[in-house]
C-alpha cells in the first residue's frame, strides 16, 4: 500500500497534477459517543466496523474527502452505497494524504519523477489506459 501512496504522488509530481483523487475500500471503525477510539485494535479486526469506500480529493493546499459506507444484500453481495452522517474533517492525515509537495516542484524534480516512474514501467501511455477493456 505504500508504494501505491508513493506512486501516486511521484505521479501527481512528474506530470504536474492539478487535482487528484483516490478511491479505496477500506475497514472503518468510529469511537462510541463520550469514547475515544482504542489505537491498539485495527478496524480489520473490530466485531463493529464498517466497510466503506473513502473518496480523497486533494489540490495543492486543499483535501475534501468522503465516506460512504457499503451496503450488503444478505447474500452478502453489493447492494449500494449508504449516507454517513458525520461533520466534515478538515484534515486528512495518512499514508494516501498529501500527495502534491509542499512547494511547486523544479523541472529537474519533475524529470527525475517521470524517470523512476518509468523504471518502475509507469509510463504516460500505461496511465491513460485502456478503458474500453474495464
Do not use: H
Not at 5 to 13: F, W
Not at 62 to 86: E, H, K, M, S
Request: negative net charge; charged residues 25%.
Amino acid at each position: 500500500m505504500n508504494e501505491f501512496a508513493n506512486t501516486a504522488r511521484l505521479i501527481c509530481v512528474a506530470y504536474r497534477a492539478t487535482a487528484a483523487v483516490l478511491v479505496v475500500e477500506s475497514w472503518m471503525k468510529l469511537a462510541k459517543p463520550g469514547e475515544s477510539l482504542d489505537p491498539t485494535e485495527p478496524p480489520s479486526e473490530a466485531l463493529d466496523r464498517q466497510e466503506v469506500v473513502a473518496l480523497m480529493g486533494e489540490v495543492p493546499g486543499q483535501q475534501r474527502q468522503r465516506i460512504l459506507p457499503i451496503i450488503r444484500t444478505d447474500a452478502g453481495g453489493f447492494f449500494g452505497f449508504g449516507d454517513f452522517d458525520v461533520p466534515e474533517m478538515d484534515e486528512i492525515q495518512g499514508r494516501f494524504a498529501q500527495l502534491f509537495p509542499p512547494k511547486q516542484p523544479s523541472g529537474d524534480a519533475r524529470q527525475l519523477a517521470r524517470a523512476m516512474l518509468t523504471a518502475m514501467g509507469v509510463t504516460e501511455q500505461s496511465l491513460r489506459g485502456d478503458w474500453q477493456g474495464n
